[in-house]
């Protein structure tokens, strides 16, 4: 059993104890709760600050809000530890330490936060463009460090790692201020095909989301002993290519008709040019001598 002069040292031990370390633990509690108060304050008025601010991307600013406020929780524990009286620069070498062996064990976790920043650093596409990517297509509404979240045609919520996004081919529907809408109209042999054309033409432009430049172009495509295949292309903005598909085909039905039997159309379908015919993109250009050597 203990004696009474080891009892009154061991009081007095942790009295001593106590009378050092509380002092420290308190303030330590002090500092963690105003640090932890502190940054959320900050992260609320930056957040403010960047609703307001209308130059900034849209989805570079809950990226800045999250980067402040962990900066700032980060550097508010380790002023506490620092104040218990852990020693900061051993456990920086120790979070080093583990965080290499947490990064080699998410290496999938890692490459989609690189691929987040690439993906705000060459801005393929924005908030609100509409992107397809792996099979996959929606309207972005929020692109994270860790993944982007669209919404799709249908209303559904759709979340892509961002690997996925940076892996794979992307096509944005947006971003273009033209979409290419192309038709092929099949009338009778008999029908006055410059005529014809022109009729096309004026009824593709007059659908308000019909694009000026470059014009509304109606030409003889294919012709057989059963019928002429005319092929209407026009230009819309991406926005309305979906109400330019819906009418188009209708407005082209009524304006031949009214130009009488020989003009009705036996079949009208959507199609979509190829990939090989390089010459809508190079419209307009000159060419650039070629020289040798």
Same mark, same amino acid.
């Given at each position: 059993m203990?004696n %009474?002069?080891t009892?009154h040292?061991m009081v007095?031990?942790?009295?001593? #104890?106590?009378?050092i370390?509380?002092?420290?633990?308190?303030? =330590?509690?002090?500092?963690?709760v105003? $640090?932890?108060i502190?940054?959320?304050?900050?992260?609320?008025g930056?957040?403010?600050i960047?609703?307001?601010?209308?130059?900034?991307?849209?989805?570079?600013?809950?990226?800045?809000?999250?980067?402040v406020?962990?900066?700032?929780?980060?550097f508010?524990i380790i002023?506490?530890?620092?104040q218990? $009286?852990f020693?900061?620069?051993s456990?920086? =070498?120790?979070?080093?330490?583990a965080g290499? =062996?947490?990064g080699?064990?998410?290496?999938?976790?890692?490459?989609n936060?690189?691929?987040?920043?690439?993906?705000?650093?060459?801005?393929p596409?924005?908030?609100?463009? +509409?992107?397809?990517?792996a099979?996959?297509?929606?309207?972005?509404?929020?692109?994270?460090?860790? $993944?982007?979240k669209?919404?799709?045609?249908?209303?559904?919520?759709?979340?892509?790692?961002?690997?996925?996004i940076?892996?794979?081919?992307?096509?944005?529907?947006?971003?273009?201020r033209?979409?290419?809408?192309?038709?092929?109209?099949?009338l009778?042999?008999a029908a006055?095909?410059? *005529?014809?054309?022109d009729?096309?033409?004026q009824?593709?432009?007059g659908? *308000?989301?019909v694009l000026?430049?470059?014009p509304?172009?109606?030409f003889?495509e294919?012709?057989?002993?059963?019928?002429?295949?005319?092929?209407?292309?026009? #230009?819309s903005t991406p926005q309305?290519?979906?109400e330019?598909?819906?009418?188009?085909? %209708?407005?082209?039905?009524?304006?031949? %008709? *009214?130009?009488g039997?020989?003009? *009705?159309?036996?079949?009208?379908?959507r199609?979509?040019?190829?990939?090989?015919?390089?010459?809508?993109?190079? %419209?307009?250009?000159?060419p650039?001598? +070629?020289?040798?050597g």
């Open positions: 203990l %009474e002069q009892l040292q007095l031990v942790a009295w001593n #104890w106590a009378a370390f509380l002092p420290r633990l308190v303030g =330590a509690l002090v500092i963690l105003a $640090g932890l502190i940054a959320g304050w900050i992260a609320r930056l957040r403010k960047t609703e307001r601010t209308h130059h900034l991307d849209p989805a570079l600013k809950p990226l800045i809000v999250a980067v406020r962990y900066c700032l929780v980060g508010t002023i506490t530890l620092d218990i $009286g020693h900061t620069s456990l920086l =070498a120790v979070i080093g330490a290499l =062996a947490i080699l064990a998410l290496q999938g976790t890692l490459s936060i690189a691929a987040g920043i690439m993906l705000l650093w060459l801005r596409f924005q908030v609100l463009d +509409y992107i397809e990517v099979g996959q297509s929606g309207s972005v509404e929020e692109i994270g460090l860790f $993944g982007c669209l919404r799709t045609f249908d209303g559904l919520f759709l979340f892509m790692p961002n690997s996925t940076w892996n794979a081919p992307l096509k944005n529907h947006t971003r273009n033209g979409r290419l809408i192309s038709l092929d109209i099949s009778p042999v006055d095909l410059p *005529k014809a054309c009729a096309l033409i009824a593709a432009s659908i *308000k989301t000026p430049h470059p509304p172009k109606a003889l294919n012709l057989s002993a059963a019928a002429a295949i005319v092929t209407l292309t026009l #230009w309305g290519a979906g330019v598909e819906r009418q188009v085909i %209708e407005r082209i039905r009524l304006t031949l %008709e *009214k130009l039997d020989n003009f *009705k159309a036996i079949q009208i379908i199609t979509i040019p190829s990939d090989t015919d390089p010459s809508r993109f190079l %419209e307009g250009r000159e650039i001598p +070629y020289r040798r």
